[in-house]
């Protein structure tokens, strides 16, 4: 049961574009929704985070969209750079007990000049 | 900022041997580490979550006395892959936290082998 569902699978944008990923959800106790970013042979890293108390956050030229009622978030990328190509995980976790993650099945970007 | 180490980074053994990957939580004591590992360009798998001085729980399917873990320390975690074969060449992968509901950090993975 996939309780993260990720889309697309793999994104193609111009140098200078916007990147759209996104996220949908199905387990309400989820109350916190990170994204991160992979580089290959390497481990992921945190790119930003939200709660479902506010909707919307921006860090630099990211930004994740969150709709509470619809269960679904999202990241934009503004002014994509070509090193931004990675694989873009979302996740999603109970911050209760162990803070368990769930990832979505993840996102290959590659930005073109 | 935290910084999680793993090591090795990428190791090759042969089947039936048994093989140790270490992670360490460098500037900061980590409460709980986790495991997972990702197969080529597919997400990460949690594998188990260890706290420090309990025994780990694993996530259903993840065999416990193929995958051995331990997290002696505040500051390191080890999982044993024993007598591996070579479906479990795989990237694995720890991250750790601080504590009950803080972010996690996540290690550089090692990249595992077994002919």
Known sequence: QQQVKQSPQSLIVQKGGISIINCAYENTAFDYFPWYQQFPGKGPALLIAIRPDVSEKKEGRFTISFNKSAKQFSLHIMDSQPGDSATYFCAASNSGGYQKVTFGIGTKLQVIP | ?115
Request: charged letters at 15%; glycine letters at 6%.
């Open chain 2, 1 to 115: 900022g935290a910084v999680v180490s793993q090591h090795p980074s990428w190791v090759i053994c042969k089947s039936g041997t048994s093989v140790k990957i270490e992670c360490r939580s460098l500037d900061f004591q980590a409460t709980t580490m986790f495991w997972y590992r990702q197969f080529p360009k597919q997400s990460l798998m949690l594998m188990a979550t260890s706290n420090e001085g309990s025994k780990a729980t694993y996530e259903q399917g993840v065999e416990k006395d193929k995958f051995l873990i331990n997290h002696a320390s505040l500051t390191l975690s080890t999982l044993t892959v024993t007598s591996a074969h070579p479906e479990d060449s795989s990237f694995y992968i720890c991250s750790a936290s601080q504590t009950s509901g803080a972010e996690q950090f996540f290690g550089p993975g090692t990249r595992l082998t077994v002919l």
